[in-house]
């Protein structure tokens, strides 16, 4: 079975000490280089989601932004 185009999957294990490895191909496709900090969503029934680097700026900048309300 072949994945469509930019779908992948991959797995990793959990140590210890709850620390994961984010496969290498993982980390080439995504950019991802040591000491980035990744954003991880979780949902009880839906799971974990690490969203893709710049989208705690763009979460960020639309949790905080002001609303318009009429007065200026």
């Known amino acids: 079975m072949n994945a469509p ?3 992948y999957a991959w797995t990793a294990t959990v140590g210890e000490k709850g ?3 984010i496969p290498k191909q993982a980390r080439e496709i995504f ?4 000491g980035d900090t990744l954003l991880l969503l979780g ?3 839906r799971g ?3 969203p893709p ?4 700026a763009d979460l960020f900048d639309a949790a905080f932004q002001e ?3 009429g007065s200026e």
């Open 5 to 7: 185009d930019g779908k």
């Open 67 to 69: 609303k318009d309300n």
């Open 31 to 34: 950019g991802i280089k040591p």
């Open 19 to 21: 620390q994961i490895v």
């Open 48 to 50: 974990i989601a690490i």
């Open 43 to 45: 949902d009880i029934r």
């Open 53 to 56: 680097k710049g989208a705690f």
